[in-house]
């Protein structure tokens, strides 16, 4: 007498994980059997996947720069591209820098920062309730601040910021429904939605950044290819000194505003 396969047996969840359209399903069963639920609770997680939710909102971790970094629902995934930021960031941060992780979600950007860069002072901040929680799992938990943008800021961090990561939302509004459902129905908006042309909160954030950067500290942010120069154009009529770098690797393009100095 022959026994139909497990629905939990690695064979079962990679078969319901591709059917569902998952590209990575082999590497995704893996990450699920190694999340040490009981059944039921396996079984609900493979349920989760294959109905859209986020593999990283399930495990309630994501990888990013070979971190852990705890996730979950209403928090933005941080995605590996935006590694390519981190770099140019700790290239540039010297040992001691004072950073400011601004629109931080889970604080991937800064844990990774911290993790490259010796001695490194950070501060991070978002506006979303959830993201800020998880970020205080992830980071020093009293330097993480919620609020709009460097609104809940301790106001003797002006003039002092050397390295400022700001991966702010750049899909155009009408541009989100064409994004992945586990992105488009499972991120919150406003950490997607930048706004008619993609721009609107990397201008308000170029706006306000001379005023809290170092002399010679730098904004960084993430900007689709096509978006840099303008981003580019924003940071120059702001006062800081544009360069876009990219990355063919990670397809990331990162756009780099210097504050002079005197």
Known sequence: MSHSPSALSEPAIVSALRAAGCVFAEDEARLLLAAEASPAELEGMVARRVAGFPLEHILGWAEFCGLRIAVGPGVFVPRRRT????????ALAPPGAVALDLCCGSGALGAALMAAVDGLDLYAADIEPAAVAYARRNLDPGRVFEGDLFDPLPASLAGRIDILLCNTPYVPTDKIETMPPEARLHEPRVTLDGGPDGLAVQRRVAALAPRWLAPGGHLLVEASESQAPLTAEIFGSAGLIPRIASSEEL????????????
């Open 83 to 90: 590694e390519f930021l981190v770099q140019q960031a700790a």
């Open 251 to 262: 397809d990331a393009t990162v756009v780099i505003g210097t504050r002079p100095s005197p």
